[in-house]
């Protein structure tokens, strides 16, 4: 895993150091809001501090960043955007982190719908097939490539369907407007167990790893509790959350 914020002795300072509740302002990709929903909530039973989350797609959300949007800290669903917004003097470089890695499934509402995944796609015998948006979501990306690695990108591309993000492509898939659709594994497993409809998680070789970064904005960079929830996010309780979800988690230095 790469060095954890600035280090852990200004970070172990600081986070025991905190007296006093307070906010932190949280962009985070849209496939990790669920599982930030339940960090938030161990991480203020433990600190105090308070999450003020904002999702979207990591490309709309590092546009914001850009315009000036209050956020302290964001939650990446790639390890290129927080670079950027490190050379962009908007992140702290020495911050910088891998949180999780992301795990790309073809998924559907209906139950044994994906038996035979593969040979599902090939047939296409269905309407519509929902991926995020490839420009601004990684999850998009990688469903692009899995397409590719399985030569199916030209035959099925008038059956796509493009989410702004990974929720709103959930959200097709859901409401039947989608017959299938690439989302993210943490949308439809909790715990091991996939929560409804079928599933087929992707082989990892068929797609470039999606590994998720976090990183400090310059905005909280002196702000402890921002500091406070990063360490916390890179913590062996909060790593077997994340787990729970479906997340792979980074090796440890």
Excluded: C
């Excluded at 420009?135 to 990108?153: I, M």
């Excluded at 996010?233 to 792979?248: D, N, R």
């Amino acid at each position: 895993m790469k060095k954890r914020l600035l280090s852990l002795v200004l970070l172990n300072s600081v986070y025991s150091s905190v007296l006093s509740a307070d906010e932190v302002y949280v962009a985070v990709a849209s496939n990790f809001f669920a599982p930030l929903v339940v960090l938030a909530q161990a991480f203020k039973a433990e600190t105090g501090h308070e999450l003020k989350v904002s999702t979207g797609s990591t490309g709309k959300l590092y546009t914001q960043i850009e315009h000036g949007a209050p956020f302290q800290v964001f939650l990446s669903a790639d390890s290129k955007t927080p670079q950027q917004l490190v050379a962009a003097k908007l992140a702290v470089a020495e911050s910088q982190f891998t949180y999780a890695l992301g795990k790309l499934v073809l998924w559907s509402s209906e139950p044994n719908k994906l038996a035979e995944p593969v040979e599902v796609l090939k047939k296409n015998e269905f309407q519509h097939l929902a991926l995020a948006n490839p420009t601004t979501a990684p999850y998009g990306k990688a469903a692009l490539e899995v397409l590719d690695s399985l030569g199916l990108s030209q035959s099925l591309a008038s059956k796509q369907v493009q989410g702004e993000n990974i929720s709103q492509t959930y959200d097709f898939v859901a409401t039947g407007n989608a017959e299938l659709g690439f989302v993210a594994l943490s949308q439809v497993q909790k715990e091991g167990e996939s929560t409804q409809g079928s599933v087929w998680l992707i082989p990892e070789d068929l797609y470039t790893p999606i590994q998720q970064d976090a990183v400090l904005l310059v905005r909280g960079q002196a702000q402890p509790a921002a500091l406070s929830f990063l360490k916390f996010l890179a913590s062996k309780p909060a790593q077997t959350m994340i787990s729970a979800y479906g997340y792979g988690l980074p090796k440890a230095d």
